[in-house]
């Protein structure tokens, strides 16, 4: 069994409002947990898909992707504000869907990326805008006053006088405060000073690249990331390194291990966490779920191991800390009560569910589902993720049969890996019930040829259950 480093969640109160609805006072939790479901102050899960993060004092504001399960259109940027990078408070839709035009209904809008002019003390928002058929791409912006917003969208970001025709993209702001734009496969443009326009293009088609650009800067050195295309699945990202940003560009090849697929992620973003002591390099990407974007798409992010021109993620880390004052990251040791192996019998299943010779219960059928009842402060579920898993229902409920968390786990891997698959927020000690459902449904999708990709099945795979106490 792989190692694992649970963290102990700090106490926490819960506040039922006058809405019938249940919100968790700061903190809810004290780790960052990847490839969870995360929750913000009204017990909705974070929608920041494609994101990027900006610092403003000493709060973090995170914009991204507001998802729907539905379909792949536009359904607004949202923005939520964070002091420790662990704990979302959902601020606004920072840029709604317009009554009309390029990003209105049924339109594509995706990677906003924001940046502060250091010139003009304005809030230039960059995203992806496109057709749903991806035919009608250009790079487009919006301005603010406020970091919050609201941002008012001004169109396509013009290069000698044309919009730039691309879709994935990214944003970076170099140290003297220069601004450049990021587009797929190698092409990099510098910003004017007040970021609503273009000065130059200073890289074009750097070999190797792909699309999704990320990048960040260490001791002169550019790192330049990417990742590959194969739609939604994830895939082995890249890098590439220079000393000057225009180039010449060297391809270093993947820094996360080979097969691993990025740890089941496509890069989006990199944020330094700059402290005393040290600068922690944050690497934020997406582990898409497509359909279910909004309810069950979660994010990896990990510590960057960086050493001259060299980039890399070893090994992946499930829960870890930083301190936001040195720059310093750390992991904690496994702490609170496993349930695993013989004593999972303690566990009450319903339906066909199958035990292997790993002790892992497995079922594919809908409506089966699992429960158990423990008291403490919250709980972590662990599973396999394999190529035919799918999605399931997690639901906590309170001794009165509230409930109080609700979520959408997907057990879908490319590759079979056993890896934590929620992690409650943390709730006043108490005795609480679990119940885990297999939905019968799957993240499954097709390509312009109509060829399909995903999950090839339904399963929902427990290994273990770890109670906070």
Known sequence: MIQRLIIIFLFACITICSDGQTHFKQPAYDAIHSGVPWFDQHRNTVSAHGAGIIKEGDRYYLFGEFKTDSANVFNGFACYSSTDLYNWTFECMALPVQEEGKLGPNRVGERPKVMKSPTTGEYVMFMHVDSLNYKDQYVGYATAQHITGPYTFKGPILYEGKPVRRWDMGAFQDEDGTGYLLVHHGDIYQLTANYRGIEKQVASNVPGMGESPAMLKK?????????????????????????????????????????????????????????????????MGDR?????????????????????????????QESWTVDLSTGQYKLLQTQGTEIEGKVLDAVNFQGNWKVDSMAIYRSDNKDDHFSHTFTGTGLKLYGVARPDGGYAKVCIR??????????????????????????????????????????????????????????????????????QP
């Open 398 to 467: 309170d001794q009165k049969g509230n409930t109080i968390i609700e979520s959408v786990v997907d057990m879908y891997c490319l590759y079979p890996t056993e890896t934590l698959k929620f992690v409650s927020p943390a709730l006043p000690k108490d005795t609480y019930t679990v119940v885990v459902t297999v939905m019968g449904e799957r993240g499954n999708w097709s390509d312009k040829r109509r060829s399909n990709y995903g999950s090839a099945g339904y399963a929902v795979a427990l290994k273990s259950i770890c109670i």
């Open 219 to 283: 001791n002169g050195v550019y790192f330049l990331l990417s990742s590959n295309l194969t739609s939604w699945e994830r895939n082995d990202n890249q890098y590439h390194t220079a000393r000057n940003i225009a180039g010449p560009w060297t391809e270093q090849g993947l820094f996360a291990p080979e097969g691993s697929l990025t740890w089941n992620s496509q890069c989006s973003f990199v944020l330094p966490i700059m402290g005393t002591q040290d600068t922690t390099f944050m690497y």
């Open 288 to 316: 898409w779920s497509f359909p279910k974007q909004n309810s069950a798409a979660t994010y990896v992010w990990q510590p960057l191991e960086i050493d001259g021109e060299h980039l890399s993620i070893p090994a992946y």
